[in-house]
């Protein structure tokens, strides 16, 4: 794997339909391959959610990283998760196998919740906007409440 990955996965407020600006920036800096699960389940952490390997079916999107600028954009997208490498840190960049909608497998890295979760709720269906839509805090966090 290099410092610089070409695919991304994303399950949360970097999705295409959440109204965030992280995730209009993302569409600007890389191409949505499409639809995709990733084995894993998705908690909430009361604004947004987490990421867990193993143990479901999480949803979201394959995004592409445009090669032009890939480690500027690297770069935002760990500040926005607050990822520098310390284990106290609430995320790290995990590397999944990600399954395309319609076929295909892509080895792309995401954001994986590290700290203690046994008293987190799970997000329904491993699905975020329709949870999203349920619930203000969330939509708060992005500005859309």
């Known amino acids: 794997m290099s ?32 639809k995709a699960t990733v084995s894993g389940h998705l908690i909430d952490l009361g604004d947004y959610p987490g990421f867990i390997r193993g143990g479901g079916s999480t949803k979201g999107e394959l995004y592409r990283i445009s090669p032009d600028r890939a480690g500027e954009t690297w770069e935002l997208l760990d500040a926005y998760e607050g990822v520098s490498g310390l284990s106290s840190e609430d995320y790290h960049r995990v590397t999944v196998d990600a399954q395309v909608a319609g076929g295909g497998h892509f080895r792309a890295h995401t954001y994986e919740y590290q700290q203690p979760h046994r008293d987190k709720p799970v997000i329904p269906n491993g699905d975020y906007p329709p949870f999203y839509r349920q619930n203000s805090a969330h939509r708060k966090f992005t500005g859309n409440d």
């Not at 070409?6 to 391959?33: C, H, N, Q």
């Open 3 to 34: 410092d610089h990955p070409e695919y991304l996965f994303v399950y949360g407020t970097l999705r295409s339909d959440i109204p965030s600006s992280m995730s209009k920036f993302l569409r600007r800096r890389a191409a949505l391959i499409g």
